[in-house]
C-alpha cells in the first residue's frame, strides 16, 4: 500500500504536468500583460512537450531503447535542454512577456545546472525535484509569497522518490538545489524590470 501511495505521489508530481498547472495558473490568475494564447501554448509545447517526447522516442530509436532507463533520462536531458534553448531564442526574438522570458531563462539555467551535476560532477541530481523546485519558486516570487504553501510538496515528492529507490537524499536535496538556486539568480538580476 505504501509503495502505492509512493507511485502516485511521483505520478501526479511529475515536472511535465506541474508545469502544465503552473503555466495555466500565470494564465488566468497571473495578469500577465501579452500572455496571449499563442505564448501559453509555446511555453507548455516547448517546457513540456518537447521533454516528454523522449519517452515515446525511447520506443522507436533502436539505440536509446538498448540503453533502458538511462538512455530515456539521457534523451530526456537532450530534449529538456533544446526545448529550453529553443524557449530562450524564441522569447528573447519574440517579444515574449517579460515574465515569461523569465520562466524560459530560469528553466534553461535550471537544467543546464542538473546537467552539469549529472554530466560533469557524475553525481545523480533529481530531475523530479529540480522541476518542482524550480517553478515553486517562480510561483512564490511571483505571487509575492501567496503561495509558499506548494513548498510543502517537497517533502511528500522526497519521500516518494526515495521510497521507489529513485533517488537517496542527496539526490533530491541536489535536485532542489539545482532548481531553486537558478530560479532565484533569474529573479534576483532581472527583478527590477518585472516590478
Not at 37 to 58: D, F, K, M, Q
Not at 117 to 124: A, E, M, T
Not at 172 to 190: E, K, N, Q, R, S
Request: net charge positive; aromatic share 12%; proline share 5%.
Amino acid at each position: 500500500m505504501i509503495e502505492k501511495i509512493a507511485k502516485v505521489i511521483g505520478i501526479i508530481t511529475i515536472p511535465p504536468l506541474f508545469l502544465l498547472l503552473m503555466v495555466s495558473w500565470i494564465w488566468v490568475y497571473g495578469g500577465v500583460e501579452g500572455f496571449s494564447r499563442n505564448w501559453y501554448l509555446i511555453t507548455l509545447g516547448l517546457l513540456a512537450v518537447v521533454p516528454v517526447l523522449a519517452y515515446p522516442l525511447s520506443c522507436v530509436l533502436p539505440n536509446i531503447r538498448a540503453q533502458g532507463r538511462e538512455g530515456q533520462r539521457n534523451l530526456a536531458f537532450i530534449l529538456s535542454l533544446t526545448g529550453y534553448i529553443i524557449g530562450v531564442v524564441a522569447g528573447q526574438a519574440g517579444h515574449a512577456p517579460t515574465l515569461i522570458r523569465y520562466l524560459f531563462w530560469g528553466y534553461l539555467l535550471s537544467g543546464s545546472t542538473l546537467a552539469l551535476i549529472n554530466r560533469l560532477l557524475h553525481y545523480k541530481a533529481s530531475g523530479h525535484a529540480c522541476g518542482l523546485a524550480g517553478p515553486i519558486t517562480f510561483l512564490v516570487v511571483i505571487s509575492s509569497g501567496r503561495l509558499w504553501y506548494l513548498f510543502l510538496l517537497m517533502p511528500l515528492v522526497f519521500w516518494a522518490r526515495i521510497k521507489q529507490d529513485r533517488h537517496t537524499l542527496g539526490n533530491m536535496l541536489a535536485g532542489t538545489l539545482a532548481g531553486v538556486l537558478p530560479t532565484a539568480i533569474v529573479f534576483c538580476l532581472y527583478i527590477s524590470k518585472y516590478s
